[in-house]
T-cell receptor, first 114, second 113 residues
Framework: GAVVSQHPSWVICKSGTSVKIECRSL??????MFWYRQFPKQSLMLMAT?????????EQGVEKDKFLINHASLTLSTLTVTSAHPEDSSFYIC??????????FGPGTRLTVT | GNSVTQMEGPVTLSEEAFLTINCTYT??????LFWYVQYPGEGLQLLLK?????DKGSNKGFEATYRKETTSFHLEKGSVQVSDSAVYFC????????????FGAGTTVTVRA
């Protein structure tokens, strides 16, 4: 139980285009989903917290117009990187929680912007 | 604020050796404590957790005990295998911070046959 999927697992896009990443909780309803970014050999950096049906809460320093988050249902959240640039290349990981303190992580999406 | 300090790596061990990764924390409020493991190219998997003082989390031969008096949650395994090679993250969450996870920097462990 408690499986979270991400799609795609790997994406390459050209500079200036937008990319959408999906995060799904497969066997539970997620009251809250989180989006993280991870640089090589570094820890995870929380980007934003999203609750179903409401606007995402972004961490300080994260551009909300660049990283659009939509939490359309209790099992789906999407992260859209708009007008992507090479510096947006990273490993993006989502997590979901059915409530309380435990988070379940997706396998991650590697984004490369050329 | 909330923060986690983890033993810096990388750590290289031989198979069947004893592994310890130190983790200490500071928190406003009463935290829940976690160890996550990340295999190359993958997301994080919850390895074990503890939600109150003196709780011991255990899984796959790994153990960690929630020590409130020393604000620590050290990870141990008595006999590591090559398949334990991964990055290990210590983390905490607190109700007052909407259960957001605060991660340590991660410790890379390599086990050699």
């Amino acid at each position: 139980g408690a499986v979270v999927s991400q799609h795609p697992s790997w994406v390459i896009c050209k500079s200036g285009t937008s990319v959408k990443i999906e995060c799904r909780s497969l066997d539970f309803q997620a009251t809250t989903m989180f989006w993280y970014r991870q640089f090589p050999k570094q820890s995870l950096m929380l980007m934003a917290t999203s609750n179903e049906g409401s606007k995402a809460t972004y961490e300080q320093g994260v551009e909300k117009d660049k990283f659009l988050i939509n939490h359309a249902s209790l099992t789906l959240s999407t992260l859209t990187v708009t007008s992507a640039h090479p510096e947006d290349s990273s490993f993006y990981i989502c997590s979901a929680t059915p409530g309380l303190y435990e988070q379940y992580f997706g396998p991650g999406t590697r984004l490369t912007v050329t | 604020g909330n923060s986690v300090t983890q033993m810096e790596g990388p750590v290289t061990l031989s198979e069947e050796a004893f592994l310890t990764i130190n983790c200490t924390y500071t928190a406003t409020g009463y935290p829940s404590l976690f160890w996550y493991v990340q295999y190359p190219g993958e997301g994080l998997q919850l390895l074990l957790k503890a939600t109150k003082a003196d709780d011991k989390g255990s899984n796959k031969g790994f153990e960690a005990t929630y020590r409130k008096e020393t604000t620590s949650f050290h990870l141990e395994k008595g006999s590591v295998q090559v398949s334990d090679s991964a990055v290990y993250f210590c983390a905490l969450s607190v109700y007052s911070n909407d259960y957001k996870l605060s991660f340590g920097a991660g410790t890379t462990v390599t086990v050699r046959a």
